[in-house]
């Protein structure tokens, strides 16, 4: 399936790449940076790109490209699922992944991707397996291997590994017995120049931290479960409970790990959380204005932080003199790029922008004004109105410490002006 994987910086260095069958040469990857080459940002890249003789396909995470090399039929969708999870299996082992921390754990990269494909076909794909084969990296161990000569890699097989839930092991043991659950939304939205919604989607998912001792069954309800339509699960959930019954029942992994996504659309009647009133003017030969003012929706409750709003300017603007009433604003005049970072939006004093615009001389005035793209983040609040039920705990004796957070932030919210 995966004949070859390569692992690409944002400097166009291939620094790190793995063979499952034949090696392929890195000209391969020419292609790749062709297509790069036409993207006006890195996150444009095609997922699939398609060579003489081979497919190419391509994930944009942690600003690192990772490209594989696929030569025969393959559903590009599972592909691109296995590199999000090695890149998951990254960020478990190391806290991050960065080029830094890929060529710190040069060799423990390269024994996970050893254990995770099989010539190139997906072997262990789980982090508890994988923690078992090959053990992650501490202080400790990295001196203990320089002294002994050992590796991480164990020489037992792990017991889950022909377990039927093998997403968790046998014998784990906590003093505190605690599971946390973060609903986590992001809106995609694009608002007229009238304030009025034209699209809105929710991308959603459930975030979990379960350290519980024994092998637990779970059983978590929802409030509203009808909300959630186009649904996502960890393996570890029993669908066909959820089609019967809309309950999420499972036996969860060790640790941290997704337990659902979902995606929800045509929200037209949900609300964006902050609207704004804008002016934008370009006048041939003098200065253009530009005016942006900020306000909350009423009856939100919950206080809008993190706010910035981003605009990319037309070529004949040269500068921008502006004064705000709250937070700082930063124009970039070779990127034609203003950034107008907020913080938090008090409700009693609404934040405003405005100022003059100089325009180039004999320069073309553009045809529309610029879009605004906002960012912002609402604590314990979810836009959807998804909301937690309960959560029984089923096979072991102890009453476990639950916590639940909402999350609501701003994926991509285009406001035309």
């Known amino acids: 399936?995966?004949?070859?994987?390569?692992i690409i910086n944002n400097s166009g260095d291939i620094f790190m790449e793995k063979h499952y069958k034949s090696v392929i040469h890195r000209n391969i990857c020419d292609y790749f940076f062709e297509a790069l080459a036409k993207c006006a940002k890195p996150e444009d890249i095609p997922a699939v790109i398609s060579?003489?003789?081979h497919k190419l396909i391509v994930i944009y995470r942690k600003k690192l490209f990772?490209?594989?090399?696929?030569?025969?039929e393959v559903s590009p969708l599972f592909v691109i699922e296995i590199l999000h999870r090695a890149v998951d299996i990254f960020e478990d082992y190391f806290n991050d992944c960065t080029?830094?921390?890929?060529?710190?754990?040069?060799?423990?990269v390269y024994e996970l991707l050893d254990e995770m494909l099989d010539n190139g076909f997906p072997l262990a794909t789980e982090s508890n397996?994988?923690?078992e084969l090959i053990k992650p990296p501490n202080i400790f161990r990295k001196v203990a291997n320089m002294v002994t000569g050992d590796s991480n890699l164990s020489s037992t097989l792990p017991t889950v590994q022909l377990s039927n839930i093998p997403w968790r092991r046998q014998g784990i043991k906590y003093t505190n017995n605690e599971a946390y659950f973060d609903c986590?939304?992001?809106?995609?939205?694009i608002i007229d120049k009238n304030g009025s919604t034209i699209m809105c989607e929710?991308?959603?998912?459930?975030?979990?931290?379960?350290?519980?001792?024994?092998?637990p069954d779970l059983t978590l309800c929802f409030t509203n479960p009808r909300l959630l339509d186009d649904v996502s699960f960890h393996p570890c959930v029993r669908f066909k409970r959820w089609e019967s019954e809309k309950i999420l029942s499972f036996v969860p992994p060790d640790g941290n790990f997704r337990l659902i996504s979902y995606h929800i659309e045509s929200l037209n009647s949900v609300s964006i959380p902050i609207y704004l009133k804008h002016n934008i003017q370009f006048k041939e030969g003098s200065n253009g204005r530009f005016e942006v003012t900020f306000g909350l929706r009423p009856g939100l409750g919950k206080s809008v932080e993190n706010v910035q709003l981003n605009a990319e300017m037309p070529k004949c603007v040269l500068n921008m003199s502006l004064t705000p009433t709250q937070g700082r604003y930063t124009f970039d005049a070779v990127k034609k790029t203003l950034v107008w970072e907020i913080g938090r939006i008090d409700p009693s004093k609404i934040p405003s922008i405005r100022g003059n615009i100089t325009v180039s001389n004999g320069s073309p005035l553009p045809e529309s004004n610029p879009p605004l793209h906002l960012n912002f983040q609402v604590n314990q609040f979810a836009i959807s109105g998804i909301k937690f039920g309960r959560l029984d705990v089923y096979g072991e004796k102890y009453k476990p410490f639950k916590g639940v957070k909402y999350l609501t932030r701003a994926g991509k919210i285009q406001v035309r002006t």
Do not use: R, W
Not at 184 to 189: N, T, V
């Open 66 to 72: 990772f490209v594989s090399v696929v030569v025969n």
């Open 184 to 189: 986590i939304e992001e809106i995609d939205a």
């Open 202 to 215: 929710v991308q959603g998912y459930i975030d979990c931290c379960v350290k519980l001792s024994g092998m």
């Open 99 to 108: 080029e830094f921390t890929l060529k710190e754990n040069f060799v423990i």
């Open 1 to 6: 399936m995966i004949h070859s994987l390569f």
């Open 129 to 131: 397996i994988l923690k």
């Open 51 to 53: 060579t003489p003789h």
